[in-house]
């Protein structure tokens, strides 16, 4: 059984665990205080070609969500996400667990755009609502659509418009940066936005998640909600190694570019049958609707996830390649795709 489940079901890319295995030995700092932290923060600002950004290493998505979220908003305010949203669905109501209300807005592409915003601050227009404060999407999206500069910057004005916040998750921010149709870079998101993260976990990393701060009024104490919420790692070295090992050269976004280029093999297999598809994507995610048929053959050697039984007859299945993703375990998927599909 081979898995197309997800984009870290193995361990780290290699360069990581020799870099992590060269400084064991050594004394440093705790807390993120420590020399290789402190050297991928400065190269981070260096690739976002912005010096005045803050940057904290934690370790996952669901907690830099969680941290950054609620040290933003005061406590009546509230997110607007799209419906897909990771915090509105896959995160077991972590924001709202800080007091903080999820408005879900209806997206068929997982995407916002500004009439969604105007919609909901036209819906909440006093103190007997939650004050919607802060917009989050993530880039790609939970469906693997990606925003465009133009997108990005639109939603940036409307939010400045409106006084509002602008958050990016970015966990599989290198397929989206990496994808055929991408315009954006990584200086692009710190002009157009609050602040983003860009995610190691699901891109090489062990584990890590770096989150950038451009807006100055969201920068002070923010230590402190790290601690207050448990990501203040003692052993923050693990972070700082691992994104300097990333980032010292293009290490992350060639990663990022074998991802996509498996999931655009399988893609052609999937278009050549003529399957229907529940979203396009040019990232490393992909929802072909399968008929159950073929997904009860497929399951005998792949693992994948079932995203929707969509009716009696066909399910449509999440396929996600990774960075470490074997491109003759592709082939093998994309031949099985042609064989089966009649």
């Known amino acids: 059984m081979y898995s197309f489940k997800n984009d870290y079901s193995e361990g780290a890319h290699p360069r990581i665990l020799d870099a992590l295995l060269r400084s064991n030995m050594e004394q440093e700092e705790g807390y993120g205080l420590d020399r290789y932290s402190k050297e991928a923060i400065e190269l981070l600002k260096e690739k976002i070609m912005n010096k005045e950004v803050d940057i904290h290493l934690l370790q996952g998505g669901t907690q830099t969500n969680l941290i950054a979220i609620s040290a933003f908003l005061k406590p009546y305010e509230a997110a607007i996400a799209a419906n897909t949203g990771h915090i509105l669905v896959h995160e077991t109501g972590a924001i709202e667990a800080t007091g903080h ?142 994104f300097l090992e990333l980032f010292k050269d293009n290490l992350y976004f060639e990663l990022a570019n074998h991802a996509n280029k498996m999931a655009s093999i399988i893609k052609k297999s999937i278009d050549e049958c003529k399957l229907d598809v529940l979203i396009k994507s040019d990232t490393n995610q992909l929802f072909p609707i399968v008929p159950n048929s073929v997904l009860a053959e497929l399951e005998k050697k792949y693992k994948f996830t079932l995203w929707e039984r969509l009716d009696e007859e066909n399910t449509v299945i999440r396929i996600v390649t990774s960075w470490a993703t074997k491109e003759e375990k592709v082939i093998e998927l994309a031949n099985d795709f042609r064989n089966l599909v009649k």
């Open 101 to 242: 209300k999820v408005i879900s807005v209806p997206s068929a592409d997982g995407k916002i755009n500004s009439k969604d915003i105007e919609k909901v601050l036209n819906e909440h227009v006093d103190e007997h609502m939650v004050k919607p404060k802060l917009v989050y999407i993530s880039n790609p999206t939970e469906i693997g659509t990606i925003y465009k500069k133009e997108e990005l910057k639109e939603l940036s004005e409307t939010c400045k418009k409106n006084n509002l916040i602008l958050y990016v998750d970015g966990a599989r921010l290198g397929s989206a940066l990496m994808s055929e149709s991408n315009n954006m870079s990584l200086s692009d998101l710190a002009t157009f936005t609050d602040a983003f993260y860009i995610g190691a976990t699901k891109n090489g990393g062990l584990m890590g998640e770096a989150l950038i701060i451009c807006n100055e009024n969201l920068k002070n104490d923010f230590r402190f909600s790290i601690k207050q919420r448990g990501g203040l790692m003692a052993k923050g070295r693990v972070l700082g190694i691992q």
